[in-house]
């Protein structure tokens, strides 16, 4: 899984030497594993905010040079401690968003563009206009959930397979201040398989703090968690 997943998967030990890179993050950091393994992950990515600014598990953007030319990287940090609660090591997976942040600045000046960053990148997105109770979902958003994509308009029903009512209830009560929310969960495909994901939902809010519209992303990440599986049963 590590070699052949279609991202950078760098870990680190708690001092910040690298320990394991897989093919991928070879081609990020320019260098084979044999020639970075043991030495700090800051003398081949300078630009990487310091691992203990990321929160565990959960996603963040950054810009890193890749083959001499700058790249958008969905960032994801995830701490491994040993049988005492100390931190032994930490995963990173970085996941190249570079065409969907393209395609996402045209501002959907070609849906088609867009819609193959989304299949691209295994972000899905959606919008459900609260006011007049209509939800309108990406391709890529159906695919995720291992559905064909509708061109009808979308069934509340249907609508809960990509976000458990129960979640969508916490989002659409709270009104923190925040309009983001991010959280994870599982998709259930019809065919029993089940996928891993974090959704990032935005609120809408009139001036009352009732919400009018909600728009959400969708990332599948089965691939990081299984990932992290394996590295925490090395």
């Given at each position: ?47 990487l ?8 598990d ?5 810009i ?28 990173i ?45 990406s ?41 983001t ?7 259930i ?18 001036e ?23 590295i925490h049963?090395?």
């Amino acid at each position: 899984i590590l070699n052949n997943i279609d991202e950078c998967i760098i870990v680190i030990d708690d001092d910040g030497q690298i320990v394991f890179i897989n093919p991928l993050a070879e081609k990020l950091v320019g260098n084979s594993k044999s020639l970075v393994v043991g030495k700090p992950l800051k003398q081949f990515l300078p630009t990487l905010k310091p691992i203990a600014t990321y929160a565990t598990d959960q996603n963040r953007e950054a810009i890193l040079q890749f083959k001499n030319k700058p790249h958008t990287f969905n960032i994801r940090v995830s701490s491994i401690a040993d049988w005492s609660g100390k931190i032994i090591c930490h995963v990173i997976v970085l996941h190249d968003i570079t065409e969907y942040k393209r395609a996402e600045e045209r501002l959907l000046s070609s849906e088609s563009n867009l819609a193959e960053a989304q299949r691209i990148s295994h972000l899905g997105s959606w919008e459900w206009d609260l006011t007049n109770n209509r939800i309108s979902c990406s391709e890529e958003m159906f695919r995720i959930a291992g559905l064909t994509p509708l061109e009808s308009e979308i069934t509340l029903e249907t609508f809960n397979i990509f976000l458990p009512p129960e979640e969508m209830k916490k989002v659409v009560q709270q009104n923190t201040g925040d309009p983001t929310t991010t959280i994870e969960h599982l998709i259930i495909r019809p065919n029993g398989e089940t996928r891993n994901v974090q959704s990032r939902i935005r609120a809408y809010r009139d001036e009352l703090g009732r919400p009018l519209r909600l728009l959400g992303s969708v990332q599948d990440i089965t691939e990081h968690k299984q990932a992290e599986t394996q590295i925490h049963l090395q």
